[in-house]
């Protein structure tokens, strides 16, 4: 080769070099991730799954770490209330939890000594129980903290016959128990709840007491879409029932207030 173009080639290596160096150089290096800090704190919540009307003992409860900005003032803090498991304990739960929820103090009550029904009933309400089966009560499907509807039939006399009225007497009501036991039916072992305690206010309480006497009553499971919701969407449609009445075998529905 001859001496000119290697000191070409010399020449353009020691440009691409430099041109190189100063390329990277002039780049700067990449800045450290800011990673946010989150502000935890420590908050009571279930061990395993709570169910309604179970004593709270320090065994099913532990303390978690959670985001300040997720603490809601029911939830028991740690910071608060260092010893919350042992001034919680014999407390009943009023509305389940499951496991690693944090213990709210509305779903929660002390009994201080009261049995745990009172304790589970709001203020202002009244539990009384009614006598069921399994053909009155959805098939025995119905269970604490379900919603139902409660059906009074009647037989009334009339000038061609009896007749076998049925009305709904009252709606969207919260079952608080009911007394279950394994029995056997057509051979099979299913669950037959026998009496079932509703949550009423005293004039509802008042209207089932007067219904017993009257004639039968069943109860109709609500869906958990309509719990809460009464039927219509009106004030008039509130005050109106749906009565149905047989006649000579042809059931027909009319409303009334």
Request: aromatic share 4%; no cysteine.
């Amino acid at each position: 080769m001859k001496p000119a173009r290697i000191i070409v080639l010399v020449i353009a290596l020691v440009a691409g070099g430099i041109a190189a160096m100063l390329a990277g150089g002039g780049q700067k290096p990449p800045e450290p991730v800011q990673v946010a800090q989150v502000e935890m704190a420590d908050v009571l919540v279930a061990k395993s799954d709570l169910n309604v009307g179970q004593t709270l003992a320090p065994a099913e409860l532990r303390w978690q770490p959670w985001p300040v900005t997720a603490v809601v003032p029911t939830y028991v803090r740690k910071s608060a209330m260092p010893d919350a498991m042992e001034k919680l304990k014999g407390a009943i739960v009023r509305y389940a939890f499951v496991a690693g929820e944090p213990i709210n103090e509305g779903k929660i009550i002390k009994a201080d000594g009261s049995g745990f029904m009172a304790a589970l009933l709001p203020s202002g309400k009244r539990a009384i129980s009614t006598d069921i089966s399994a053909e009155s009560s959805a098939g025995g499907f119905i269970l604490p903290n379900d919603r139902v509807d409660v059906i009074l039939t009647r037989r009334q006399k009339e000038d061609k016959g009896d007749q076998a009225v049925s009305e709904t007497i009252l709606t969207d009501i919260r079952v608080l128990a009911i007394d279950q036991m394994i029995g056997e039916k057509n051979g099979q072992k299913v669950v037959i709840g026998k009496t079932a305690t509703l949550e009423l206010s005293p004039s509802q309480a008042e209207t089932l007491a007067v219904s017993r006497q009257m004639g039968t009553l069943s109860l109709a499971l609500r869906s958990l879409a309509d719990a809460g919701r009464a039927e219509g969407d009106s004030d008039d449609n509130r005050n109106r029932r749906n009565v149905n009445v047989l006649r000579y075998g042809v059931s027909t529905t009319s409303s009334v207030k």
